[in-house]
């Protein structure tokens, strides 16, 4: 049986992402418990891991009333104060959810908050095209802020999940998109994929419509913060920095920090 993905809004902008196979769910990030709890009685369905990116209480809010009648594995950073946490990870384990049929890989990607992780479902017969469960460290057009994390981290942390298939779907943490494409085009005025991508996702939020997932092969056209190495994206950093960026880092560093005050 293909494994089903599914997102409950929560909040004002969060997703918190469900895998489903079956009568078996495991939900990723649930900031709050309701959406989760009402989703498994409407649907009768059995609760059996909660998968955690980082410590934000937009993510973890709900993870303890979710516990409250259920004995439920909890994966999380282990270097991170996540107090539910059963099963801590560093990043580079291969997380077998046996219930669904699945196995994940887990990703280090400290920069928004020191242990950040991500999750990364590899294509196969029950997912044709990937996923990764990005938190909020990549975003639809955009990155995390650097609350815990230096510039180098971030950029590395971003530089290992670019290097994953181009069909891989991306499925982060918040609907920033519309507000991330305006920033994008503030870097790359002459982008015409990010110019169309814009017009699209303009179209969809007026509709109603989440523009979450993406492909990552949509990112690396588009997303400012993968795009270190573009000459366009270079200058942009080059006129905020007074001088030619020395290196990927620097690049990024530049950009990030413009976003922060845009």
Do not use: K
Not at 63 to 92: C, K, M, Q, W
Not at 139 to 146: E, P, V, Y
Not at 168 to 196: G, I, K, S, W
Not at 203 to 213: E, I, K, Q
């Amino acid at each position: 049986m293909a494994i089903e993905i599914i997102g409950l809004p929560a909040f004002n902008d969060n997703y918190i992402w469900l895998l489903r196979n079956g009568r078996h769910v495991a939900a990723i990030d649930p900031g709050a418990a309701e959406p989760v709890a009402s989703y498994l009685r409407r649907h009768r369905l059995h609760l059996d891991a909660i998968l955690i990116t980082h410590h934000h209480i937009d993510h973890t809010g709900g993870v303890e009333e979710l516990l409250v009648d259920r004995r439920v594995p909890v994966y999380a950073p282990g270097n991170e104060n996540i107090a539910a946490t059963s099963h801590p990870l560093d990043g580079g384990e291969r997380l077998e959810l046996a219930e669904l049929g699945v196995a994940l890989d887990v990703v280090a990607v400290p920069g928004h908050t020191r242990g950040h992780l991500a999750y990364y479902l590899p294509a196969g017969d029950s997912n044709p095209d990937g996923a990764l469960f990005c938190g909020d460290t990549l975003f639809t057009a955009g990155c995390g802020r650097l609350f815990e994390g230096t510039p180098q981290q971030m950029q590395a942390s971003l530089a290992r999940l670019s290097v994953l298939p181009a069909p891989t779907l991306l499925y982060c943490a918040h609907e920033y998109t519309e507000n991330n494409l305006r920033f994008a085009l503030a870097v790359e005025p002459d982008n015409l994929q990010t110019q169309r991508r814009s017009e699209a996702v303009a179209l969809a939020r007026a509709d109603g419509r989440p523009t979450v997932p993406s492909r990552l092969a949509t990112e690396l056209q588009t997303n400012p913060f993968l795009r270190w190495d573009a000459p366009s994206v270079r200058a942009a950093a080059a006129q905020r920095l007074g001088h030619e960026p020395i290196d990927a880092v620097e690049t990024f560093a530049a950009i990030r920090a413009w976003r922060n005050s845009f």
